[in-house]
């Protein structure tokens, strides 16, 4: 005879990987400037909570996904390559 298990919504959340992605740290760079520019955050507090920020805001760059060149640019680079390979 086979066990059946259910699952609750404990054992389903115990389950699923915790993680962060990207998006969630773009969205707490720009949390915290929203937060900075309503007056949320004291002056002694600036210097940590900008420090903080100025972290997640350069991981986010450094690990963005490279953005794709124009439709414009790539044909113009096809072209010229199938120029020179033509020897046009």
Known sequence: ???QTQQTPETV???EAVGVTMQ???LA???I?????RGAFKGVDMTAVG????????FVTANAPPVPAPAAEVDAVADAEVAAVAGV
Do not use: G, W
């Open 13 to 15: 959340a115990q389950t």
């Open 51 to 58: 420090s903080c920020r100025d972290r997640l805001a350069a």
């Open 24 to 26: 969630d740290l773009a």
């Open 29 to 31: 760079v720009r949390i």
């Open 1 to 3: 005879m086979t066990e």
């Open 33 to 37: 400037d929203l937060a900075a520019e």
